[in-house]
């Protein structure tokens, strides 16, 4: 049995870290098809990445902020590419709403992660749909407690838990652990501590190293 350990780099306000969530979900299950029997287990976390780590601590307008960022002609661009790459993936992309900075959701995801890979897990993919696909704002607290109540947080924890400061300190250190890792983009993907993949990729690709790691293991 081989037990596959996913280790991601990824910020809540990155929409092909979304997309790349999505891929290696098709990843896994194409690997699952081919080895119907088998008994090998996925187990993936989730490590915090800032984007812009000085982005507004307040929520301000998505577009308007992305314009000033990248300039109107390229946001647009942009735009045009995530919805048409998003409706492949199943991820109804929209650009109203409110950004700013990440830490506190990266904070929820610490919260999640003392519950258990899997309620880690459920509360990124809350973050995202909130942020993406729902036009949430990421710094609000009342944002990310919805969230986190979706992924199965019990809601005053989630609310203590963002007045405080708590996770704060290993979000930070997480965050400077992927510098000294040189990972300097998200979505990255390390499997196995040594095979890494950078970017939203096919889902081939996961599925190839997922063969690569299986005929390691049953060679040794």
């Known amino acids: 049995m081989t037990k596959f350990k996913i280790?991601?780099?990824?910020?809540?306000?990155?929409p092909w870290c979304y997309v790349?969530?999505?891929r290696l979900e098709r990843g896994i299950s194409l690997y699952k098809a081919a080895h119907p029997d088998s008994k090998d287990i996925f187990s993936i976390s989730w490590s915090p990445y800032y984007l812009n780590p000085h982005a507004p601590e307040v929520g301000v307008d998505k577009t308007e902020y992305l314009n000033a960022r990248f300039g109107p002609e390229r946001v647009t661009m942009m735009q045009a590419r995530l919805a048409q790459v998003g409706q492949a993936?199943?991820?109804?992309?929209?650009?109203?709403?409110r950004t700013g900075n990440t830490r506190d959701s990266h904070r929820l995801i610490q919260l999640g992660k003392t519950k258990g890979e899997a309620v880690q897990t459920r509360?990124?993919?809350?973050?995202?749909?909130?942020?993406?696909?729902?036009e949430g704002d990421i710094t609000s607290h009342d944002t990310l407690t919805a969230a986190g109540v979706k992924a199965g947080l019990d809601a005053s924890e989630v609310r203590a838990w963002l007045k405080s400061d708590q996770g704060g300190h290993e979000v930070d250190e997480?965050?400077?652990?992927?510098?000294?890792?040189?990972i300097s983009g998200v979505p990255n993907?390390?499997?196995q501590g040594k095979y890494q993949i950078g970017g939203a990729e096919d889902p081939t690709t996961f599925l190839e190293t997922f063969e690569k790691v299986r005929a390691e293991e049953m060679s040794s």
């Open 123 to 134: 509360v990124v993919e809350e973050l995202f749909a909130s942020y993406f696909e729902n």
């Open 7 to 14: 280790k991601i780099v990824s910020d809540t306000v990155c």
């Open 20 to 22: 790349g969530k999505k």
């Open 89 to 97: 993936e199943g991820i109804d992309f929209k650009s109203g709403g």
């Open 189 to 191: 993907f390390t499997i």
């Open 174 to 182: 997480e965050v400077l652990e992927a510098k000294r890792a040189y």
